[in-house]
């Protein structure tokens, strides 16, 4: 039972312009969600969450946007960067530290 | 401040034989989650321990365990190793919010042969 789906497993995008990772998730009890970067032979590090009483935040090119009737986030990357280049995972949590992957978006962004 | 340490990076075991992986966590966070991740799962849960306390388990079978020392330093386990044990075990520490990120190491590369 995948509670948190990423259907896209890759995306390429053009440098400088928008890339939109998407992320659907079906267990309405979830109250945070995050996303992570991975690069190969790394661990994922976190980059920007977004509380269940929001619908968007933003830091920097970053910005996750949250619409909870339809159980979708998004990540907008803007500019998108060479080094952006990356496996994409959305997460979900819905208690201390139990959290939910997804399985991965590659995102490929082409100079 | 140090990240999260894993130990070993790589390692090659036969099957049915057991393993033991370890993780240091960043300073200050009590709080050890375990994944596994293999191509096309993403990361699955494995268990988090909190103060020594396993808090939450992921829908594994017994042969996987863990604990957690009081100085937070958690070990986890895998006896009677199967083939399809092989994959990315990954440590992450956190402190004890909701909504605290999870801070990850770079993993141990486990290959079953």
């Known amino acids: 039972d995948q509670q948190v789906k990423q259907n896209s497993p890759s995306l390429s995008v053009q440098e400088g312009r928008i890339s939109i990772l998407n992320c659907d998730y079906t267990n309405s009890m979830f109250d945070y969600f995050l996303w992570y970067k991975k690069y190969p032979a790394e661990g994922p590090t976190f980059l920007i969450s977004?509380?269940?009483?929001?619908d968007k935040n933003e830091d920097g090119r970053f910005t996750v946007f949250l619409n909870k009737s339809a159980k979708h986030l998004s990540l907008h990357i803007v500019p998108s960067q060479p080094g952006d280049s990356a496996v994409y995972f959305c997460?979900?949590?819905?208690?201390?530290?139990?959290?939910?992957f997804g399985t991965g978006t590659k995102l490929q962004v082409i100079p | 401040k140090a990240g999260v340490t894993q130990t070993p990076r790589y390692l090659i075991k036969t099957r049915g034989q057991q393993v033991t992986l370890s993780c240091s966590p960043i300073?200050?966070?009590?709080?050890v989650s375990w994944y596994q991740q293999t191509p096309g799962q993403g990361l699955q849960f494995l268990f988090e321990y909190f103060s020594e306390t396993q808090r939450n388990k992921g829908n594994f079978p017994g042969r996987f365990s863990g604990r957690q020392f009081s100085n937070s330093r958690s070990e986890m386990n895998v006896s009677t190793l199967e083939l399809g044990d092989s994959a990315l075990y990954l440590c992450?520490?956190?402190?004890?919010?909701?909504?605290?990120?999870?801070?990850f190491g770079n993993g141990t590369r486990l290959t079953v042969t």
């Open positions: 992450a520490s956190s402190l004890n919010n909701i909504g605290s990120p999870l801070h």
């Open positions: 997460a979900a949590t819905g208690g201390y530290q139990k959290v939910t």
């Open positions: 977004i509380s269940s009483i929001k």
């Open positions: 300073s200050g966070h009590r709080s």
